[in-house]
């Protein structure tokens, strides 16, 4: 039997130059030509050649990875619309108030908010405020933009420092940030803690984290069930309860915290936020009754 011929290909490259395209690093998102969004993971080598090769992950899917030759990742395809790309960065619009940082950095901090036990400080969240202040108009400066990136970037469910670490977190990743907008940037992170503004820039940054508030019953006890779950362990080794005991203990915390919240004056701050406030206060009323049901 003729055994098949080694390939007399190898590519014989420094891995420390690959890749020249900047955009392929870790987290980068980008659009499939025929719609799927896909993640970078990394850089690899294929080991027939040690060509270097894309891993990437779906958006839909993350548990799935996939392997292409990275001149195939970055190569164009014919359509009947004409040549594109196949795969194209999908960097969101959202984002372009950050554009004063490297987008490596920002993908980096984004990083921080993918560890499996975030289940509502994850990256949808910070990401969604992003986008809210992008579809209501909002130019966010650059310290409410860094606040809102950094806000939870340090998060332990239970630690009462999750906030003072994220705040100064920031002097560590925004390198090239001038001094008074890191220090701007910390003062609002830290104002997160309470909810109240300590400075005027934070009282937007607020009213964004505070908007899943006035989300849809539907949504809003989905953002319920996600709290629950970051916490599911560290209440249980509390209370020492388990199962509906202890979701029924989890939904006694969550109504007082919410009802001390809604003794306020106004729980969004700002106009571009009122219509906010009715939708919010009929979901913290719906929790407080059920919770003394």
């Not at 896909?38 to 060509?51: K, M, N, T």
Request: charged share 20%.
């Amino acid at each position: 039997m003729t055994q098949p011929q080694a390939s007399s290909t190898r590519y014989e490259g420094d891995p420390a130059e690959l890749p020249t395209d900047p955009g392929l690093t870790a987290g980068m998102p980008y659009r499939h030509y025929k719609g799927g969004a896909y993640a970078v993971v990394g850089i690899g080598r294929l080991e027939a050649d040690l060509s270097p090769a894309v891993v990437y992950q779906s958006m839909r899917d993350p548990s799935l990875l996939w392997v292409r030759s990275a001149e195939v990742f970055s190569e164009s395809v014919q359509t009947p619309e004409g040549e594109v790309p196949r795969f194209a960065p999908d960097w969101p619009r959202a984002l372009d108030c950050l554009d004063f940082l490297p987008r490596q950095s920002v993908l980096q901090v984004l990083a921080l908010y993918d560890a499996p036990y975030r289940r509502y400080h994850d990256r949808r969240h910070v990401l969604e405020m992003f986008h809210l202040a992008h579809e209501r108009s909002i130019v966010l400066n650059p310290a409410q933009a860094l606040a809102v990136l950094f806000h939870d970037a340090v998060y332990v469910p239970g630690c009462e420092f999750n906030e003072a670490a994220s705040a100064a977190l920031i002097e560590t990743m925004a390198g090239g940030v001038d001094g008074e907008t890191i220090r701007l940037a910390a003062k609002i992170v830290l104002d997160t803690r309470t909810h109240e503004a300590g400075v005027a820039d934070a009282a937007v940054v607020l009213d964004l984290d505070l908007y899943r508030l006035a989300a849809p019953a539907d949504a809003f006890d989905a953002f319920s069930l996600a709290v629950f779950e970051e916490n599911r362990p560290l209440l249980a080794a509390r209370t020492g309860q388990a199962g509906e005991a202890l979701w029924q203990a989890f939904m006694q915390r969550r109504a007082a915290f919410l009802t001390t919240l809604a003794q306020r004056p106004r729980l969004f701050q700002t106009e571009a936020f009122a219509d906010c406030e009715a939708p919010a206060r009929r979901n913290i009323e719906r929790v407080a009754g059920t919770s003394h049901a």
